[in-house]
């Protein structure tokens, strides 16, 4: 069976490209053939997904190497892609806010989905602006003191991620019963407009761990 996960990346490097092809309307309808296809394949991919979670995690570490031997070049040259990643995700993720073509459950609780959208939307607005920068190398320099400096004071205050870790575990809890939510994880994970983005959203909705993706996925830097 194809690996679903094997494009799991901070980037989402190949969902971009496809999902550009694809355009931004009209937004897809839930597919039962693709929600089946998950249904009978369960086991394989909630295995698939760990898997490539212990993958990443090695590739990340190898990543911050080749940024320590080869400077801002390989580091500017990686932003292009996440630049056009982070551009596409916020189109669809306006478009998720504004229509109505997925059910929210969750009008009644104490926040439903549009209002994390709003917050995904603002984290990505945010990165958009620091990929900008990210790409000049002396504006990255300073912005890169900077992000130090306010980490390290969320992490004094015990706040860092703590806003963000919130509202991936509340999008993920939500998704065992909301189609936007579910709507919402699939464009996280790459695109979607993508079945195996939906595939993707649909074994972290089955993982209890899964809202830890989610969150690295909601990250502003």
Same mark, same amino acid.
């Given at each position: ?9 901070? &980037?989402?490097?190949?969902? /971009?490209?496809?999902?550009?092809? %694809? $355009?931004?309307?009209? *937004? ?5 053939? =693709? ?17 490539? &979670?212990?993958?990443?995690? /090695?590739?990340?570490?190898?990543? %911050? $190497?080749?940024?320590? *031997? ?5 580091? =500017? ?40 959208? =709003? ?103």
């Amino acid at each position: 069976m194809e690996n679903f996960f094997s494009d799991l990346d901070p &980037i989402d490097v190949v969902d /971009a490209v496809e999902a550009v092809a %694809q $355009g931004y309307t009209p *937004l897809p309808e839930i597919d039962p053939a =693709t929600r089946d296809f998950y249904e009978r394949h369960r086991v394989t991919l909630l295995k698939q997904l760990e898997q490539e &979670i212990v993958k990443r995690t /090695a590739k990340f570490v190898a990543m %911050q $190497g080749l940024k320590m *031997l080869t400077g801002n070049l390989a580091d =500017t040259v990686a932003k292009v892609p996440a630049l056009v990643s982070t551009t596409r995700h916020l189109a669809c993720l306006r478009l998720l806010f504004e229509e109505n073509n997925y059910e929210c459950v969750c009008n009644d609780a104490s926040q439903n989905c549009r209002a994390i959208i =709003t917050y995904i939307i603002n984290q990505k607005s945010k990165k958009l602006a620091r990929t900008g920068f990210d790409m000049v190398p002396a504006l990255s320099t300073a912005q890169s003191v900077g992000l130090k400096a306010r980490a390290t004071y969320k992490f004094v205050r015990g706040t860092l991620g703590q806003v963000r870790g919130y509202m991936a575990y509340d999008l993920h809890k939500k998704m065992k019963t909301c189609s936007l939510a579910e709507a919402t994880a699939a464009e996280l994970l790459g695109s979607i407009y993508l079945p195996k983005c939906w595939i993707k959203a649909y074994a972290v909705r089955d993982w209890d761990e899964g809202w830890k993706i989610l969150e690295d996925k909601m990250a502003s830097t």
